[in-house]
């Protein structure tokens, strides 16, 4: 996700949004090939001339003419989002729509409400605007409460508030001024016209500025001491208006979703999860070769790794350049790729198995090669969707359970456990036992469901069993082929949560501790 400028709340939302439909939401950062690019605010740097993915421009703030096209002519598709059409659409789909919102982040119970309404906003200078100079007036007269940055220039004393403040404020209060700029009116909304009402707050606005007939907003042709009479403010009214807003966003986000082709859990309990998510948030989750896990940062920690697919061995490469192993056991079914890796791996404590991963063990089954040296397969339907080989496409392997390949080599405990084996997880989750669970720390698996959408419902019973066996759980989602939410899924124990929080808690204490120290070393020097 990108952006010249992001207000908290509205990052909130939109992240909530995007990780709710199974991606992983990394703010301001360029990756190589984002599997999704958010440009928030419609922001008129951002470009990207090679990116060939999919492109989501939430164009709120109406404030610039932008060609998204010109900006990414190599996109997927562009999906220009705004409450009216874009000024250039050609080569984009347009969405009416506004911002994603989640009312459950902001919902909090309705008691008392004072009276006089506030305006919480930033002085922006307007010239002769006369919505603004009527507020200015109520303002001075004392009848509206103003808080925000800038009022100085006005000659009005107002001190700005948090996010959260902001939010409380709206709370205890039966109603707010709105005021946008000129150019924005009859365009796009405001952010208030959202957030007061759900918290049980009218919003008198603009006249033509709810062109999305959002519930609590209220236009009126100027402002003045009339406005707050004619409203029903009582808390009776209040909390109708929150349930109103409620109904209301949810519906709107929903139908942003389905326009989107975004499936979208919903979450439930959003205090707990809110907390859980937070917390959860600050591990450091490791990625390599489209795979993450929950890096510890111990120093002296040697993983018992080991990969089912391993393919070429380009997780275990790259694991070892910033890890050490006790031992590492490969599992790949394809003949050759199993060479290589006997060529590759010399290490003693690295071992090669040329075998298919299964839930129960055969002498010979059919494994189908495809052109993708990646996407071969027991399953020959998946194996197609990137073309057989024209040749030999087709050899036969054994097939070990991962009890078999355990007790082969001594694993009493799996600290990771990598699965990329192109459809071939299903009969192997749904046939683990508890004890299986138990030695496994992590599991790091890819589902295939993308390719065959079918298969949803076993990722999710897949899903549903391992989350039942106390593991906890984080997704990554692909629009590719049919898209899916759950493309790269971490399970993790409880205790790797505890003790990954306890090591970055660390780290950060020690950087705090050592910025003191320089600071005071720093002022002993300059003393």
């Keep these: 996700m990108t952006c010249e400028y992001c207000d908290l709340d509205v990052y909130l939302n939109v992240k909530l949004f995007y990780k709710s439909a199974g991606f992983r939401v990394l703010k301001d950062k360029r990756l190589l090939d984002p599997d999704l690019l958010v440009v928030l605010r419609g922001d008129k740097e951002i470009s990207d001339h090679e990116y060939a993915g999919i492109v989501h421009a939430y164009d709120y703030v109406r404030e610039y003419k932008i060609e998204w096209k010109e900006r990414f002519p190599k996109a997927k598709k562009i999906f220009v989002i705004s409450p009216t059409p874009p000024d250039f659409p050609d080569g984009v789909t347009y969405v009416k729509g506004y911002l994603p919102v989640i009312p459950e982040l902001w919902q909090s119970p309705i008691k008392m409400k004072d009276s006089r309404p506030v305006h919480i ?26 808080y925000g940055k800038k009022w100085d220039k006005a000659g009005i004393k107002a001190k700005p508030l948090s996010y959260w403040q902001v939010n409380r404020m709206f709370a205890a209060s039966s109603c707010c001024y709105g005021l946008m700029y000129p150019y924005q009116r009859g365009k796009t909304l405001s952010g208030r ?38 409203i029903d403010r009582s808390i009776d009214a209040c909390k109708t208006l929150s349930a109103d807003a409620t109904r209301y966003w949810k519906k709107a986000t929903q139908r942003l979703a389905d326009e989107l ?80 890796l006997v060529s590759d791996f010399a290490d003693k404590s690295v071992f090669v198995v040329n075998a298919a991963i299964g839930a129960r063990s055969f002498e010979s089954v059919p494994f189908y090669l495809s052109n993708n040296q990646e996407a071969s397969s027991l399953n020959r339907e998946l194996a197609k969707s990137h073309g057989l080989k ?111 929080l306890a090591l970055v808690l660390y780290g950060r204490i020690r950087g705090f501790i050592a910025n003191m120290l320089g600071r005071c070393l720093g002022s002993g020097l300059e003393s």
């Design 261 to 340: 082709g975004l499936n979208i859990i919903h979450v439930r309990h959003i205090s707990a999860q809110r907390i859980i998510s937070a917390a959860l948030s600050r591990l450091h989750f490791e990625t390599m070769s489209d795979h993450f896990f929950v890096n510890i940062n111990s120093k002296n920690k040697k993983y018992v790794l080991v990969d089912l697919g391993a393919n070429k061995g380009s997780f275990l490469k790259q694991f070892l350049k910033g890890h050490s192993i006790s031992k590492a056991v490969l599992i790949e079914a394809n003949p050759s790729l199993s060479q290589e």
């Design 121 to 146: 906003s930033h002085f922006k200078p307007m010239g002769e605007d006369r919505y603004q100079q009527d507020l200015l007036k109520l303002i001075k007269s004392g009848l509206v409460r103003v």
């Design 193 to 230: 016209m959202w957030q007061a009402p759900l918290k049980g707050c009218f919003v008198i606005s603009e006249a033509g500025t709810n062109i999305a007939g959002c519930p609590g907003v209220i236009e009126v042709s100027g402002f003045n001491r009339d406005n707050i009479a004619a």
């Design 390 to 500: 024209e040749d030999s496409n087709q050899v036969c392997v054994k097939m070990i359970t991962l009890k078999e390949a355990c007790s082969l080599f001594e694993l009493e405990k799996i600290d990771l456990l990598k699965v990329d084996i192109e459809g071939a997880e299903y009969d192997l989750l749904e046939n683990f036992s508890k004890e299986d669970f138990k030695k496994i720390d992590q599991i790091s698996i890819e589902f295939h469901d993308f390719i065959d959408p079918s298969l949803r419902k076993r990722t999710e019973d897949c899903i549903n069993k391992l989350r039942g066996h106390g593991y906890l759980f984080s997704h990554i989602g692909t629009p590719y082929m049919y898209g899916s939410p759950y493309y790269n899924c971490l399970f993790f124990k409880k205790r790797i949560a505890i003790l990954g």
